[in-house]
């Protein structure tokens, strides 16, 4: 194979990697959409419909990186196209997991069953609009791989699910008082806790995302350079 045809393959290997990386992405989005309406519906066949198909997503990952470690041992891309196949391998990772975070969180909505939806939207539905939200915001950065709103998400992304997390929480313990007004069940707070502790790792891995996209366009690791900041 000689230079221009090497060029080309690694070309055609990288527009087939892309569009396997969007691909996954559009399915965990799916996961994420199917998620948020099984929570603000308390919705059990939504919710099992969202477990069943996270196998796919991990099928999806699986294939994704055995292409991207195919075209590094074979092609030993270089520059820009090993730092998008370095991020896209870090980018499946995420999604992978946001995903398995939208199927526990169904996995909560099932256990929930009969749960009062007032009470727990009332509790949850900021924080779970906000995680969505960020997935949405990230999914559109790596379509268009832009590095600036890539940074600009990145740097206020992390510090605001903490935050968020942190609020919900607080209310939960408050509302566990006994001799409080508004007390919650024990039970329903535990379920409560948990789809809280995923829907921020799903905002936490949004952000990973990013920071991959900042990698990949620009060679800079956003997530050291924000530590350094810091």
């Not at 526990?104 to 969505?132: F, P, Y």
Request: hydrophobic share 45%.
């Amino acid at each position: 194979m000689n230079l221009n045809q090497q060029e080309y393959y690694i070309e055609q290997m990288i527009v087939s990697l892309r569009t396997r990386l969007l691909v996954m992405g559009a399915s965990v989005e799916i996961a994420v959409d199917n998620m948020h309406k099984a929570v603000k519906e308390l919705n059990v066949g939504t919710a099992q419909a969202v477990i069943e198909n996270d196998d796919d997503i991990d099928d999806l990952e699986n294939e994704i990186d055995e292409s991207s470690l195919t075209l590094l041992a074979k092609s030993q891309p270089v520059a820009k196209d090993l730092r998008f196949v370095i991020s896209c391998l870090r980018m499946v990772t995420d999604m992978e997991r946001i995903g398995d975070e939208a199927a526990a969180i169904c996995s909560q909505v099932i256990l929930m069953d009969g749960a009062d939806k007032n009470q727990v939207l009332g509790l949850l539905g900021r924080h779970l609009e906000a995680a969505t939200t960020a997935f949405a915001n990230a999914m559109n950065i790596v379509r268009d791989m832009d590095a600036t709103k890539a940074r600009e998400m990145n740097e206020h992304t992390d510090d605001d699910a903490v935050q968020s997390e942190v609020a919900v929480m607080d209310t939960l313990m408050r509302r566990l008082d006994k001799n409080s007004e508004d007390h919650i069940d024990p039970l329903l707070a535990m379920h409560l806790i948990l789809m809280t502790h995923s829907l921020t790792r799903i905002w936490r891995r949004s952000a990973n995302m990013v920071g991959h996209v900042c990698f990949a366009c620009m060679g800079q690791s956003v997530k050291h350079a924000n530590k350094k900041s810091k």
